[in-house]
């Protein structure tokens, strides 16, 4: 009996010394994976990690074109201006300005573009300036970083609207009669555009008398140097540069002078210097002579001009020096001067005798006659010198 105790205490020892059954092994690899599992839980319900991601910012409020273009000439007078932007535009910022100002409004033409709609005209020939301010705004609040500013140059006026204005105002020796209802010369609008696309009417001389040299010399819708005679005696007396250039300097001050009713008072004068001996100036005023003089005009080596100039510049006494055609050089005092062409002018220098060729170019009076002949010869006066006939 002991020797079977022995043998089954062996044999119990074995049993509880052998590996775990394949029945154990999985129940602990079980519990294990209970454990890992558990612990896989535990992470997966911890805060999640989450990504911020910025928004993309609205892009840039900018002007992306403007019509006219920068530096355009001869744009027409009515021309709308239009301004567009690189996103949907509001118009309850600050707007666009024009100047010289112009009647008119800025509308919103399209999301993205203002245009501006003239009431009248531009004034001729005048450079107009378009700022965009940076108070403009854009529909999503941005507004313009910096202003833009851009210019255009407008077209000539129409140079019949010119002739109908100088004779409304008394400078020419035309009449002129609109064939409707005369404009207003207070709307402002109205006169701009007239300036551009002038109102029909007639023209007709207000006076008999003249002249052939000065009549031939009318041609409606053409500025020639009857014109430009006429522009320069409105400069003259409205303290403007005499240069006889109808700039928009002269069409503001045309209109300006119309709406005030500032007409003119001095009538028109004309002078003929007449090369046939004995040699002569003759002034017209409204018509009528009122001056005639034996004069001298120029030599063969330095003969007077043929044509017709206005007068451009006066003076009371000067010095006169030039070359004479021998390379000799002179200084000769005169009176009562007034310039037609270049170094030409109508003046007193005392010679033995006159009617006869004795100038360098000049046309020359005795001293009573210079001084009488003087103030019809104002700015703008026309002289004409024909050759021997």
């Known amino acids: 009996m002991v020797m079977l ?8 020892w074995r049993v509880l010394a052998q590996p775990a059954s394949a029945h154990t092994r999985s129940q602990s690899r079980g519990k294990v994976a209970a454990g890992h599992k558990g612990a896989g839980h535990a992470k997966a319900a911890a805060k999640p990690t989450t990504t911020t991601t910025k928004p993309s910012p609205p892009p840039p409020f900018k002007v992306t074109s403007v019509s006219p273009r920068n530096g355009s000439t001869g744009v027409g007078g009515e021309t709308p201006i239009t301004v567009s932007f ?9 707007l666009p300005s024009v100047s010289p100002s112009v009647p008119g409004s800025w509308v919103r033409d399209g999301a993205r573009t203002l245009a501006f ?30 202003p833009v500013v851009d210019h255009f140059s407008v077209t000539h006026g129409s140079v019949v ?14 009449a002129w009669r609109p064939s409707g209802t005369p404009l207003s010369p207070t709307d402002t609008a109205a006169q701009l555009r ?10 007709y001389w207000r006076q008999k008398g003249w002249p052939s040299n000065l009549t031939s010399l009318w041609h409606p819708g053409t500025y020639n140097v009857m014109v430009k005679g006429l522009v320069m005696s409105f400069e003259a007396d409205h303290a403007l540069t005499v240069d006889g250039i109808a700039g928009p300097h002269v069409w503001a001050t045309l209109l300006s002078a119309l709406a005030n009713h500032q007409l003119n008072t001095g ?19 409204n018509g009528k002579v009122v001056f005639h003089s ?6 063969a080596a330095s003969p007077t001009a043929p044509g017709t100039f206005p007068v451009y510049e006066r003076l009371r006494s000067q010095v006169m020096r030039g070359t004479n055609p021998n390379g000799s050089h002179y200084a000769d005092p005169v009176q009562n001067v007034a310039y037609f062409n270049g170094g030409d002018a109508v003046h007193y220098i005392a010679r033995a005798d006159y009617g006869i060729p004795q100038s360098l170019g000049c046309v020359e009076l005795p001293l009573k006659a210079a001084a009488k002949a003087w103030p019809w010869l104002a700015y703008g006066t026309l002289v004409t010198v024909t050759p021997p006939a």
Do not use: C
């Open 194 to 203: 007239a300036a551009f696309h002038p109102p029909a009417g007639n023209f």
């Open 86 to 94: 690189s996103t949907p535009v509001a118009l309850s910022g600050r």
């Open 294 to 299: 034996p004069a001298n005009t120029g030599i």
């Open 267 to 285: 009538g028109y004068n004309y002078a003929l210097a007449s090369e046939t001996q004995p040699e002569s100036l003759t002034i017209w005023h």
């Open 161 to 174: 609207r010119l002739q109908q204005l100088l004779s409304l105002l008394d400078y020419s020796p035309l």
């Open 117 to 146: 709609r003239p009431g009248g005209a531009y004034v001729p020939d005048s450079k107009v300036t378009v700022t965009i301010p940076t108070g403009v705004r854009a529909r999503d609040g941005a507004q313009l970083a910096h």
């Open 5 to 12: 105790f022995a043998a089954v205490g062996l044999l119990s």
